[in-house]
Nanobody
């Protein structure tokens, strides 16, 4: 599975950004897609995930601010990030779960200035 990530950038606190992740496989074949993030000096953490059965997971730190969705027609997942905070600054990595393996896209940097 190949993943092409896009989006990210620099935004002021309170602003919004949208990340995209296009998969090379039909989305209905994937068990899940989502994003992790890694801030400087911190461990990578799971931010949001959307499963083939249409359920979602969000980290407590982003609940109510981030929304994950998917477009089956384009095999693309989206992470809409609103009310961004400086602590959301990190490299965001999209991922896909397929069979018993995890696949990763390239990281995209999100910087939130105060």
């Amino acid at each position: 599975v190949q993943l092409q990530a896009s989006g990210g950038g620099l935004v002021q606190a309170g602003g919004s950004l949208r990340l995209s992740c296009a998969a090379s496989k039909d989305m209905f074949r994937l068990n899940a897609m989502g994003w992790h993030r890694q801030a400087p000096g911190k461990q990578r953490e799971l931010v949001a995930r959307i499963y083939k059965v249409p359920t979602t997971y969000y980290a407590d730190s982003v609940k109510g601010r981030f929304t994950i969705s998917r477009d089956n027609a384009t095999n693309t997942a989206y992470l809409q990030m609103n009310s961004l905070k400086p602590e959301d600054t990190a490299v965001y990595y999209c991922h896909a779960l397929y069979l018993n393996a995890a696949y990763w896209g390239q990281g995209t940097l999100v910087t939130v200035s105060s």
